[in-house]
């Protein structure tokens, strides 16, 4: 199994709602990745974990709650979004570092 | 930190013509460069990849070349075909984590 997946594919919440999306590989990858992309803009990196421990934090608000149950599985759970979160949220994963990321298809959160 | 510039923001080609997208980045210690495609909608994938211990790397249509000295790299696509219209995006592995370019805007005129 060769492929990254993430679901839902698309999620609509409001601002008070708590939701979770997720990410999943079979490839034996140890270093996982959260991105957000805005339109017509690069993947903006959110967190890494590398072997199931989070090492790096890009700032992001504390309304974004990565967790990595196991090393396939990589969830990032929403709370109290904003609309300026709107966007493809990308799951990421690699065997190292300088080698291929592979990406997963996204999901596209709509924050109302 | 780690800064990569990509240019031009829109490249649009005559099918069959080339098509090259230029990049430079900032770390010199940054030994990976790959490039990603990310058609309307879909997931970036890697299309193309080079180290530092290596100038050039062509796949059939499709290669780049890797400038050390002048910290720069670049994608040349031959014979462009209408399935290559995408955005493309250029990276640089840093100390910890890809850095991105801004992305080409790529568009084939039939």
């Known amino acids: 199994d060769t492929e990254v997946t993430q679901t839902p594919k698309h999620l609509v919440m409001g601002m008070t709602n708590k939701k979770s999306l997720k990410c999943e590989q079979h490839m034996g990858h140890r270093a996982m990745y959260w991105y957000k992309q805005k339109a017509k803009k690069p993947p903006e990196l959110m967190f890494v974990?590398?072997?199931?421990?989070?090492?790096i934090n890009e700032s992001v608000p504390s309304r974004f709650s990565p967790e990595c149950p196991n090393s396939s599985l990589l969830n990032l759970h929403l709370h109290a979004l904003q609309p300026e979160d709107s966007a493809l949220y990308l799951c990421?994963?690699?065997?190292?570092?300088?080698?291929?990321?592979?990406f997963g298809p996204g999901t596209r959160l709509t924050v109302l | 930190g780690e800064n990569v510039e990509q240019h031009p923001s829109t490249l649009s080609v005559q099918e069959g013509d080339s098509a090259v997208i230029k990049c430079t980045y900032s770390d010199s210690a940054s030994n990976y460069f790959p490039w990603y495609k990310q058609e309307l909608g879909k997931r970036p994938q890697l299309i193309i990849d080079?180290?530092?211990?290596?100038g050039e790397k062509k796949d059939q249509r499709i290669a780049v070349t890797l400038n050390k000295t002048a910290k720069h790299f670049s994608l040349h696509i031959t014979e462009t075909q209408p399935e290559d219209s995408a955005v493309y995006f250029c990276?640089?592995?840093?100390?910890?984590?890809?850095?991105f370019g801004q992305g080409t805007r790529l568009t084939i005129n039939p």
């Open positions: 990421a994963s690699t065997s190292g570092l300088g080698n291929e990321q592979f």
């Open positions: 990276a640089s592995q840093g100390a910890q984590k890809l850095v």
């Open positions: 080079i180290r530092s211990n290596v």
């Open positions: 974990y590398s072997y199931e421990k989070l090492s």
